[in-house]
């Protein structure tokens, strides 16, 4: 991840790095930008709008932040990275460059941009890891199965649960819910490491079409007392074997 704070030298022409993702939907991009981010130590939103993020980090402590602190705010430097999001027909551009700010937020501030090449790396990792959770939940959306078949998984796999979004609403005795410890009340966090907010088609349908083709689903929840708990919904072939993943799929980081 970024931040290899770098002394600060005269200012010169920002580097910017961007990557094209195969998705006009500009919303998920934003929304698997903050995803990425929200896992780096330290880094606040500064703003955002409909084709713009803009996040800072404080300088850590040591001989250039002490240099550089504003000493009437004893406000830190900061490293201040925009990603700009532009939209194409059937893609959308991500863009990221980072500048180097001494005295943030003031009528004084002084923007150094980030030049450093192993900076400049980091960045250029940040968009891949942006672009892998676009593909990660554009995957969670439409399952690889055959695509005769994917109507009618739903109807053939009954998992035994009522869902009202992640939310399950009542319990089958005896059905595949249900043998996965899976009660009236559990709200539905992760599925394969995936956020249950972010998908973009029905849970059910998901889950479904994964035990048909023997794949597993492990689900994070948290019980209706708020208590954390994870459960696996499997075929006994996948439980037994280990999910058949297809080629081109890989699961999420972190997730099972």
């Known amino acids: 991840m970024l931040f290899i704070f770098i002394a600060i030298s005269s200012p010169c022409a920002a580097s910017d790095i961007s ?6 939907d500009i919303k998920l991009v934003k929304d698997s930008t903050m995803a990425v981010m929200s896992k780096a130590d ?8 409909e ?3 803009v996040m ?3 300088y850590p402590d040591g001989l250039v932040s002490f240099l550089t602190m504003n000493l009437h705010t004893m406000r830190k430097p900061v490293c201040r990275l925009y990603f700009d999001i532009m939209p194409q027909p059937s893609s959308t551009i991500i863009k990221i460059y980072a500048n180097n700010v001494v005295n943030p937020d003031s009528n004084r501030e002084e923007l150094y941009p980030v030049t450093n090449k192993n900076d400049i790396g980091a960045m250029q990792d940040i968009l ?3 672009k892998h959770e676009v593909q990660q939940r554009l995957s969670a959306d439409e399952p690889q199965t055959a695509p005769t078949a994917k109507n009618n998984i739903e109807k053939s796999v009954n998992i035994g649960w009522e869902l009202d ?10 059905g595949i819910a249900d043998s996965a410890h899976l009660q009236p009340g559990d709200i539905i966090l992760r599925i394969n490491g995936i956020d249950a907010k972010g998908f973009r088609g029905p849970i059910n349908k998901f889950v479904a079409i994964r035990y048909e083709i023997n ?3 492990t689900l994070d929840c948290v019980d209706k007392e708020g208590i954390p708990k994870t ?6 072939i996948a439980i037994k074997h280990g999910p058949y993943l297809p080629q081109g799929y890989n699961t999420p980081e972190g997730g099972g």
């Open 51 to 53: 084709y713009r993020i």
């Open 165 to 174: 979004d992640n939310k399950i609403m009542s319990v089958e005795k005896g």
């Open 231 to 236: 459960v696996t919904i499997g075929s006994d």
């Open 128 to 130: 891949e890891r942006i």
């Open 56 to 58: 800072e980090k404080e």
């Open 42 to 49: 330290g880094v606040r939103i500064k703003s955002s709008d």
């Open 215 to 217: 794949q597993l689903c």
């Open 19 to 24: 990557v094209e993702i195969s998705t006009s």
